[in-house]
């Protein structure tokens, strides 16, 4: 089973893809986009090009546990994903992923440009991953 993880942004869109078993996530791309229906057009590039059975959306979670105004954002996105592409969307809380992805961007000295370049993909990664152990 091959999972598509996705960082949807206001203006970056972090892309991870799992390896074929579905065991591992690995980066793929950043999407630098505004518009939400190309966006979710080049994802649906990127499925059909990897043959992707499911999309992970990381939910931006409150620290509370609540669902704010991103979030609602976000569920409006993955079901016009998930309407267009007709692959599965589930959401992942991705509370303090870029933070994650901040702190290992640190450990490997990348900043500045290159580092605004990838966080989001490393932050997609990351959602991905723990959707993955979260579901084995």
């Known amino acids: 089973m091959r999972i598509l993880g996705v960082d949807f942004g206001n203006s970056r869109t972090g892309v991870a893809i799992s390896d074929e078993l579905g065991l591992t996530a690995q980066p793929l791309e950043t999407i630098t986009e505004r518009d939400k229906l190309v966006i979710i057009k080049r994802l649906m ?17 409150n620290m509370d546990g609540t669902l704010g105004a991103r979030a609602i954002i976000t569920r409006k996105f ?3 994903l998930e309407e267009k592409s007709e692959i599965p969307v589930k959401y992942m809380d991705e509370r303090l992923s870029t933070v994650s992805a901040g702190g290992f961007l640190n450990e490997c000295d990348v900043y500045g440009k290159k580092r ?20 084995k």
């Open 45 to 61: 590039v990127i499925a059909k090009e990897n043959n992707i059975d499911e999309i992970v959306v990381g939910m931006p979670v």
């Open 78 to 80: 993955g079901e016009k």
């Open 116 to 135: 605004k370049k990838i966080i989001d993909m490393v932050s997609a990664v990351i959602i991905l991953q723990n959707y993955i152990d979260k579901n």
